[in-house]
């Protein structure tokens, strides 16, 4: 991402402090007025950038949580004393969320923000003669366009979280009902639909990406619409999304092409990958995407990246192995580790090599740095003093002899964590301190190139043309592997919901804001299958979140969720 950006986005959050809140509820007041503070273009840009901050926001920790720690593939069990945080991790695993909790509270927020923060620049844009200032009338069509995507975006996952939505065109509205589903849908399906068109196109490969949206990103948000309008409105629509997405593949929409490296579009580079459709921008110091690190790794995991900062020993990957060792096979979903080929490039501890060049996707076995053997991470709780052994289970290893008289007698329970517990994903990679001025670099992926090949796949089992669609999948997988040899390729005969279920898991693991708990609702599995230490509840509203009782505190036309 260029530093001129930034200073754009910067200025984008100044202004967004000018405004007196973000509730689709309330007005808007400031004494800054377009004609006063739109003058140059840096200003115009200030003003598209202010929603774009509140989107970058979105897609953090809170969306991710629900996103993830609800399913299969993610778990923060109790570590100790630690952890419990009044058993909210254990809600979101055991899916016995309430209104109050505060991941859903903050989800709802930043939700309806977003998309009262795009109605009013999209509002102030309007009013502007921008050749006065500067520019031309099509940047003011793509600027507006863009805006209209964004809150788009907005209400789409909105519709994902919580339902049918109040529809407002402008924060001057009245205060609404919801909408039904349907007809958040269709709104939402409008709003693209005008969008697209009217967005620059991407005319080079690898072309670097900057945040803001083009014409691919707004077609991959349709496409993403029409492929969970089953889920979302009761409507079969995956012909259209297979349609979008071909053209995606075709160049219809802007020049993208698969990355050829796993690592590409998640390196210190990929705003530059060629598959890169849309991302949130990072940079070392300035604008830095960099929530994660204190949840994800251990304390002394500096020590192992060679970095600065120490994390909380929080989330890790859902365990493949009971605490005998055994592989957790009861379960057709989870066990997502295990779920890598063992050949799989990204099956191996995580290394930076220096010069932006790395290996491997996880922190596992004894934490140690590659690079460094003098380096070695230590416990100080359970196992203090000793080399920290990550393992891929969790059980309270620390106190057979004790409190269990052998490893076969230990339970494996959200309570039973301990600090080495579970392998810890290692996706946007951490450079040591020859090279942390890179630190941050990497941007987060929104959306990539292999989830339009995904989706299209997809579309295509669905249609029992699982040739094709295993023919795509491959396509993405084959660079996974040293010469791009596959010992375990999709094929017509093993290709089913759970492979292509696995599919996803593998490529987008941990990615968080658009992805699992989606995808398991999709298929009907987010509430009636099992995985560890979670049964199926076969409860049917939990595929919604409920609306806060703040939310309905300020607007008691809100109608609550079933089941809520």
Request: aromatic content about 14%; hydrophobic content about 35%.
């Amino acid at each position: 991402m260029n530093f001129k950006y930034f200073q754009l986005l910067i200025l984008g959050v100044a202004l967004a402090f000018l405004m007196e809140g973000c509730d689709l509820n309330e007005k808007f007041y400031s004494e800054v007025t377009p004609e006063t503070f739109i003058t140059t273009p840096e200003n115009a840009y200030a003003v598209l950038g202010s929603p774009f901050v509140e989107w970058r926001n979105f897609v953090g920790k809170s969306r991710w949580m629900l996103q993830e720690l609800t399913t299969d593939e993610m778990v923060c069990p109790q570590r100790g004393t630690g952890w419990y945080n009044g058993g909210e991790y254990f809600r979101l695993h055991y899916h016995t969320w309430t209104p109050d909790d505060r991941w859903v509270e903050e989800t709802y927020t930043v939700t309806t923000g977003g998309i009262a923060l795009a109605l009013e620049a999209k509002a102030d844009l309007e009013r502007i003669d921008y050749k006065t200032i500067g520019l031309t009338d099509e940047d003011k069509a793509d600027h507006v366009q863009q805006l209209k995507a964004l809150y788009a975006y907005f209400y789409m996952k909105a519709l994902d979280y919580f339902g049918g939505m109040p529809i407002y065109s402008s924060n001057n509205d009245e205060v609404k009902a919801r909408s039904t589903d349907l007809e958040t849908f269709e709104y939402i399906e409008s709003i693209l639909l005008e969008a697209i068109p009217n967005l620059k196109k991407k005319e080079v490969v690898g072309a670097h990406e900057d945040g803001y949206i083009q014409r691919g990103a707004a077609a991959a948000m349709l496409a993403e619409l029409y492929f969970n309008a089953e889920s979302y409105a009761g409507i079969d629509r995956f012909e259209d999304c297979a349609k979008i997405c071909q053209d995606i593949i075709d160049g219809v929409y802007g020049a993208y092409s698969l990355d050829q490296t796993w690592w590409g579009p998640h390196g210190f580079d990929n705003d530059q990958s060629p598959e890169t459709i849309w991302a949130v921008p990072s940079e070392n110091a300035k604008l830095q995407w960099d929530w994660y690190y204190k949840y994800f790794y251990h304390y002394e995991a500096y020590k192992y990246f060679d970095s600065e900062t120490k994390g909380n020993n929080g989330f890790m990957l859902s365990p493949s192995h009971k605490p005998t060792g055994e592989l957790y096979t009861e379960y057709k979903l989870g066990n997502p580790f295990a779920k890598f080929n063992d050949k799989d490039l990204r099956k191996k501890p995580y290394r930076y090599l220096g010069n932006k060049q790395y290996e491997g996707m996880f922190m596992m076995g004894e934490q140690i740095n590659p690079n460094d053997p003098s380096m070695v991470c230590k416990g100080s709780k359970e196992y203090k003093g000793k080399t920290i052994n990550l393992v891929d289970q969790v059980a309270r290893f620390s106190e057979v002899g004790t409190t269990y008289g052998s490893i076969s007698d230990l339970p494996s329970t959200m309570a039973d964590g301990e600090e080495n517990s579970g392998f810890r994903l290692v996706k946007s990679p951490q450079p040591n301190k020859a090279d942390i001025n890179l630190r941050y670099n990497p941007d987060c992926p929104i959306i990539r190139l292999s989830e339009i090949y995904y989706m299209l796949a997809e579309c295509r089992l669905r249609a029992n043309d699982k040739g094709d669609a295993a023919t795509l999948i491959n396509q993405v997988r084959a660079r996974n592997f040293v010469n791009r040899q596959d010992p375990d390729p999709v094929t017509s005969s093993n290709l089913d919901k759970y492979r292509m279920l696995d599919e996803w898991m593998i490529e987008f693991l941990g990615e968080g804001v658009g992805r699992r708990r989606t995808d398991l609702i999709r298929w009907n599995m987010f509430v009636t299958e099992d995985w560890w230490d979670h049964k199926a509840s076969n409860d049917s509203n939990k595929n919604r979140f409920p609306f806060p009782y703040s939310a309905i505190s300020a607007n008691n036309k809100l109608e609550q969720n079933p089941g809520y």
